[in-house]
Nanobody
Framework: QVQLAESGGGLVQAGGSLRLSCAAS????????MGWYRQAPGKQRELVAS???????NYADSVKGRFTISRDSAKNTVYLQMNSLKPEDTAVYYC?????????WGQGTQVTVSS
């Protein structure tokens, strides 16, 4: 079983920055992929960014050039550096980890960007 602990959400003004962290713990032996999703009120959950075991990354078009995903494999932790935040980035952000080809989700952390 894998547990995920997210941190770093909060309230920020437009143009500001936040850094999200997600640490995986438990019986970990093979993390295939780590990523961040978000869900705004009344909208479907969408991929924000992901990073594979080999280091390749994938970003939603709406965050390219503003957000950066990274991972510390030794700590089983994934980060999302969010710069130049916009009000439309307001959402609950969820960490997702694919471990041994099974998906695990964090509890979510609120990010609110004021205009």
């Amino acid at each position: 079983q894998v547990q995920l602990a997210e941190s770093g959400g909060g309230l920020v003004q437009a143009g500001g920055s936040l850094r999200l962290s997600c640490a995986a713990s438990g019986s970990i032996f093979r993390i295939n992929n780590m990523g961040w999703y978000r869900q705004a009120p009344g909208k479907q959950r969408e991929l924000v960014a992901s990073i594979a075991i080999g280091g390749s990354t994938n970003y939603a078009d709406s965050v390219k050039g503003r957000f950066t995903i990274s991972r510390d494999s030794a700590k089983n932790t994934v980060y999302l550096q969010m710069n130049s935040l916009k009000p439309e980035d307001t959402a609950v952000y969820y960490c997702k980890v694919i471990h041994n080809f099974q998906s695990y989700w964090g509890q979510g952390t609120q990010v609110t960007v004021s205009s």
